[in-house]
């Protein structure tokens, strides 16, 4: 789907603030309302927009404990990799997974109250025999830099050349 720089500045907006006003988006984007109305339907209706979301301050709440985990599969079928992640996407704590080339096959980020809580899903990951040969874990101590907003104006820059 080509966009255009009205397009561009909806979604950035909208990145920043899902719950902006149609009025104050229009005016920030330099349209009338009912043209930006229009053009964020089509942008919902093409899935460029997928969801509107609250961003909770979750160590507001509790503490937790924020793990990445370097996963290898012992084979590498389609099916193995299958089945890893339909487990996956079964388990809550793991709130992103990554497919990736080189020497690991996946990257996971996972939540929990604690280490030991962290442990049980790993435990959990082990007793299903989801194929895991080894993993690698890597607790956040801190967290330096968590942008939700995708950098849309540099990505098309880059993009163009």
């Not at 720089?5 to 950035?12: E, F, K, T």
């Not at 089509?42 to 997928?50: A, C, F, M, S, Y």
């Not at 509107?52 to 509790?62: E, S, W």
């Not at 079964?90 to 280490?115: E, F, N, T």
Request: aromatic letters at 8%; a positive charge.
């Amino acid at each position: 789907m080509k966009l255009d720089a009205i397009d561009l500045r909806i979604l950035d907006a909208i990145q920043r603030d899902g719950r902006i006003t149609k009025l104050a988006l229009a005016e920030k984007v330099g349209l009338s309302a009912t043209p930006c109305w229009t053009r964020l339907r089509r942008l919902e209706q093409t899935g460029v927009i997928v969801g509107y979301h609250a961003r909770v301050a979750l160590r507001r709440i509790m503490p937790i404990t924020a793990v990445m985990v370097q996963v290898s599969l012992r084979n590498h079928r389609q099916s193995e990799f299958e089945r890893f992640e339909r487990v996956v996407w079964q388990v809550p704590q793991i709130v992103a997974c990554w497919s990736l080339g080189g020497g690991v096959d996946y990257l996971l980020k996972v939540v929990a109250s604690d280490i030991e809580a962290y442990q049980r899903v790993i435990d959990g990951l082990l007793a299903r025999e989801v194929g895991i040969d080894r993993y690698f874990t890597y607790v956040v101590t801190r967290t330096v830099k968590e942008e939700m907003a995708f950098p849309l104006s540099a990505l098309v820059g880059d993009a163009a050349g």
